[in-house]
């Protein structure tokens, strides 16, 4: 079934530990996005990517890293984990950044930071 | 920037109508979706608007007056499936989505 894969599903990680949420996608779609998910904020742009190669800053990109090496993957590295870092993440891909640009999400990874 | 604003929480009985507002101010607009979100789950597309008027799709519909930044989402003949939250989304200006913070619909037996 086409869609986006993201691991782990969930994870409880220390405080200052490394950690990097995986994310395919079997789509062949160029622009893949980072969201984190808190209650009362909505759904928050962490990185984005609108081609393989390129990534760019969203909204709350502080303590976060991705990279894109090539069009299916785009993983996020939380590099020293912090609290205020437990959230559920969604990774996101679109067929085109522009015009009607309908997201496909992952299944989300629930993280908690003690 | 961009300033998103819905309702918290809205509750029905099944089979009514129910409309979620939402207004947004955005120094650049390529429109306007709304995404539906069960508990637990990833969001899933519902419509998009570009210009002004009503899209509808079924029992769902969505209006937009880009003068006025305002939409709304429509969903008719509610269902116990319709338990949601309503997401309404902005597209800006480098075409990123901003998303607000999310409608949480209880459908009432």
């Known amino acids: 079934i086409a869609g986006i894969t993201q691991a782990p599903t969930s994870q409880i990680l220390a405080a200052g530990r490394r950690m990097t949420l995986r994310c395919t996608q079997d789509?062949?779609?160029?622009?893949m996005y980072w969201y984190r998910q808190d209650l009362g904020l909505g759904l928050r742009l962490i990185h984005y990517?609108?081609?393989?190669?390129?990534?760019g800053k969203g909204e709350v990109p502080d303590g976060y890293s991705v990279s894109r090496a090539n069009t299916d993957d785009f993983p996020l590295t939380l590099a020293s984990a912090v609290p205020s870092q437990t959230s559920v993440y969604f990774c996101?891909?679109?067929?085109?950044?522009?015009?009607?640009?309908?997201?496909?999400f992952g299944a989300g990874s629930r993280l908690t930071v003690l | 920037g961009q300033n998103i604003d819905q309702p918290t929480e809205m509750t029905a009985t099944e089979g009514a109508i129910v409309q979620i507002n939402c207004t947004y101010q955005?120094?650049?607009?390529?429109?306007l979706f709304w995404y539906q979100q069960h508990a637990g789950e990833a969001p899933t597309f519902l419509s998009y608007?570009?210009?002004?008027g009503l899209e509808e799709k079924g029992r769902f519909s969505s209006f937009l007056s880009r003068s006025k930044g305002y939409s709304y989402l429509l969903l008719k003949e509610l269902q116990m499936k319709d338990s949601a939250s309503y997401l309404c989304?902005?597209?800006?200006?480098?075409?990123?989505?901003?998303f607000g913070a999310g409608t949480t619909v209880t459908v009432r037996a």
């Open positions: 789509m062949r779609h160029n622009a």
């Open positions: 990517s609108n081609t393989a190669g390129t990534t």
């Open positions: 989304a902005l597209s800006t200006g480098d075409y990123k989505l901003s």
């Open positions: 955005t120094s650049g607009f390529n429109g």
């Open positions: 996101a891909s679109s067929d085109s950044p522009g015009g009607a640009n309908v997201l496909t």
């Open positions: 608007n570009v210009l002004d």
